[in-house]
């Protein structure tokens, strides 16, 4: 990642130096319980792998984070400050999905 992503990524404790991304695959779907998604186009991107998954196996992030099933857009070429407002959704989205998941 670049290195203000990696920064902003520490100031949370995550440490993404030596993160490195991978393609989603049909086992990885059907390994799954959920599925989260950041946006529309990775939602039909996962329907498109594994038309299956789409019975209830994927989820947006901000179902979790605020509610509603809003896009959450891709800071890539954002700034610190983006990035920093993107994590803490997803940090906080992150959290009530484990609520959430623990409970079952």
């Known amino acids: 990642p670049p290195v203000h992503v ?15 991304s ?7 779907v059907a390994w799954a319980d959920v599925i989260v998604v950041m946006d529309r186009d990775n939602r039909r991107a996962v329907i498109k792998l ?14 979790y984070a605020e509610g509603d099933s809003r896009d959450i857009p891709d800071p890539y070429y954002g ?5 920093r407002c993107t994590f803490a959704v997803i940090q906080k989205g992150c959290d009530l999905l ?7």
């Not at 990696?6 to 490195?20: K, L």
């Not at 484990?98 to 079952?104: H, I, K, T, V, Y």
């Open 6 to 20: 990696q920064m902003a990524a520490g100031e949370i404790g995550i440490e993404m130096a030596a993160h490195r």
């Open 22 to 28: 991978q393609r989603l695959d049909e086992r990885m």
């Open 79 to 83: 700034d610190e400050r983006l990035f």
């Open 98 to 104: 484990a609520d959430e998941l623990s409970c079952r």
């Open 50 to 63: 594994a038309p299956e998954a789409m019975h209830g196996k994927i989820r947006r992030l901000l179902e």
